[in-house]
Nanobody, 124 residues
Framework: QVQLVESGGGSVEAGGALRLTCAFV????????MGWFRQAPGKEREGVAA?????STTYGDSVKGRFTISRNNANLSLQMNSLKPEDTAMYYC????????????????????WGQGTQVTVSS
């Protein structure tokens, strides 16, 4: 059974850093589209960062220059630096297991597998 398991969330002060990790359980990464999304209370799910089969990446405007997505055959990571209170949200890892990924996408509807989420809280 395919599972995505996030870890690394927590509470941090503004300006701090966190590293999120998404472990692939039940399959080995093989060039699929993968991404990080977040959802704050009362808001829609937002694309944060995504990566394609060739390692090309894309980022949401609000996190460009602060967050970095990376992956290997075992997990997907999100390095978050210079955190702001507005980064507070539940963060989700997602994967599209439909085949080769030609371009990264921040559209939630493109992803069929989701992790359970990990909470990130940034205080001012």
């Amino acid at each position: 059974q395919v599972q995505l398991v996030e870890s690394g969330g927590g509470s941090v002060e503004a300006g701090g850093a966190l590293r999120l990790t998404c472990a692939f359980v039940g399959y080995t990464y093989s060039g699929y589209c993968m991404g990080w999304f977040r959802q704050a209370p009362g808001k829609e799910r937002e694309g944060v960062a995504a990566i394609d089969s060739n390692g090309s990446t894309t980022y949401g405007d609000s996190v460009k220059g602060r967050f970095t997505i990376s992956r290997n055959n075992a997990n997907l990571s999100l390095q978050m630096n210079s955190l702001k209170p507005e980064d507070t949200a539940m963060y989700y890892c997602a994967a599209d297991l439909g085949g080769h990924c030609y371009a990264p996408t921040l559209s939630p509807s493109a992803f069929g597998f989701w992790g359970q989420g990990t909470q990130v809280t940034v205080s001012s």
